[in-house]
């Protein structure tokens, strides 16, 4: 199990690529499911949840070329899709296994897919999902921690559905479902997420039938069949929001390469907010850290507010700006685990329910840190760019669930992060 050892206060300069979106890689490789010929990514991170995905679509009878001939490209072909099955041995550590649900009783009319895991940051109900399918006629049965599923004589049947709370993966996953299934589906309070209209476009280029992506509301009209397609992910807008929150805090000036603007749009105004200074050119994007970062307020909320994928990055910057911030965090319940490992670097953290008070402090020192979670990994390794000393950081494979190299790219602009084998 690796670490890693970051030295703080070295600033960063130069210029980093933004990686592909997992988030959007993931439902777009299960959405291979549903082509009757090919589907070719590109722009794919190099990350473990993908391979996993990978390894599970082979299981399911697909050929998979994954990185063969381009670390960042796949080829998915899923014709010969026989085994509707995802089983716990490979889809136990990824949450986004529940989106080959859909897909599959869209396709072949059944499946059977374990519950999902991922990081214990909350509950994140699969049973919204159910709900949906079951809307369009699918059934359900709970058989020793597998979902049992099977479409109705026909198949899955068009509805109007609402989602009680907004759901990203619910969202795709109905929305997949809904590309093959009689009629016309209404979401009605779906998710916004630019992950969500990047899947819906790659959908329409495969042939699907639907509008109001980027709204609350997305129509879907059913088609007898969709084909394979080549598509380009997005660049990840989380990744990117990481690295502005790195310079904020090791100060110095970068340029991002393949900036996701119009994703990152509510991210960026509160970043101008605490003094860094975001220069668009074209479509990249120079960020300098201020002489002093300043304090702001956030509120998690599903897009276009700020994303909860981003609280415990800002949460890190604010542990160094002058004055205070209150971070309430509105999605998920558990999601402050990284404030005890904060404290650690001498951070003034107080709690209160959803709330998470920060109070800047004059300097951070390094010190021994575990990680939680995806996001919590990352908020650790940019609080220690800014401490005096040196930090080890514990239980990184957080980090390279949802990150492609997050520590070499922050190593090429200058900071002192080693990674060794605990």
Do not use: W
């Not at 997420?193 to 009209?221: H, K, N, S, Y």
């Not at 690295?243 to 996701?260: K, N, S």
């Not at 990680?371 to 980090?399: F, K, N, P, T």
């Amino acid at each position: 199990m690796d670490k890693l050892i970051v030295t703080g206060g070295f600033p960063l300069k130069g210029q980093v690529r933004i990686s592909g979106a997992k988030n959007a890689a993931l439902p777009l490789m299960a959405a291979a499911i549903l082509a009757e010929s090919p589907l070719k990514l590109t722009n794919l991170p190099a990350l473990g949840d993908l391979l996993t995905m990978g390894r599970l679509l082979r299981f399911m009878g697909g050929q998979v070329e994954l990185g063969r001939l381009n670390a960042n490209e796949a080829e998915l072909d899923l014709t010969g899709l026989a085994r509707p099955e995802a089983p716990h041995e490979l889809v136990k550590t990824m949450r986004a296994s529940a989106l080959v649900l859909g897909p599959l009783l869209a396709r072949l009319g059944r499946a059977k897919v374990s519950l999902p895991g991922g990081c214990a940051i909350g509950v994140r109900p699969i049973d919204l999902h159910l709900k949906a399918l079951q809307a369009m006629g699918a059934i359900f049965d709970l058989s020793g921690g597998d979902i049992v599923a099977r479409a109705p004589e026909g198949g899955l049947q068009g509805a109007e559905i609402r989602f009680e709370n907004v759901t990203v993966t619910g969202t795709e996953n109905v929305m997949m479902a809904a590309t093959l299934a009689q009629g016309r589906t209404v979401l009605a309070n779906a998710a916004r997420e630019p992950e969500v209209v990047d899947t819906g476009q790659a959908l329409r280029a495969m042939g699907a039938r639907l509008t109001g992506l980027g709204t609350d509301t997305i129509i879907i009209d059913g088609v007898s069949s969709l084909k394979g397609a080549s598509y380009e992910v997005m660049p990840d807008r989380i990744e990117a929001g990481t690295l502005l929150a790195a310079v904020a805090l090791a100060g110095g000036e970068i340029t991002l390469l393949g900036f996701p603007h119009e994703a990152l749009a509510t991210v960026l105004a509160k970043l101008r907010a605490t003094g860094l200074t975001l220069t668009p050119q074209g479509p990249d994007l120079v960020a300098r850290a201020p002489a002093t970062l300043m304090a702001a307020d956030v509120i998690t909320q599903p897009h276009p507010g700020f994303p909860t994928d981003m609280q415990a990055q800002f949460m890190a910057m604010m542990t160094a700006a002058r004055g205070t911030s209150v971070i309430t965090e509105t999605i998920f319940e558990n999601r402050f685990m990284h404030v005890g490992e904060l404290r650690r670097l001498g951070a003034n953290i107080s709690l209160e329910g959803r709330t998470a008070v920060v109070r800047g402090v004059e300097s951070l020192s390094g010190a021994p840190l575990t990680a939680s979670d995806l996001r919590a990994s990352a908020s650790l390794v940019l609080a220690s760019l800014a401490a005096r000393g040196e930090s080890q950081i514990h239980r990184v494979y957080h980090l390279d669930r949802g990150y492609e190299g997050l520590d070499r790219k922050l190593s090429s602009l200058g900071a002192s992060i080693q990674r060794v084998k605990a």
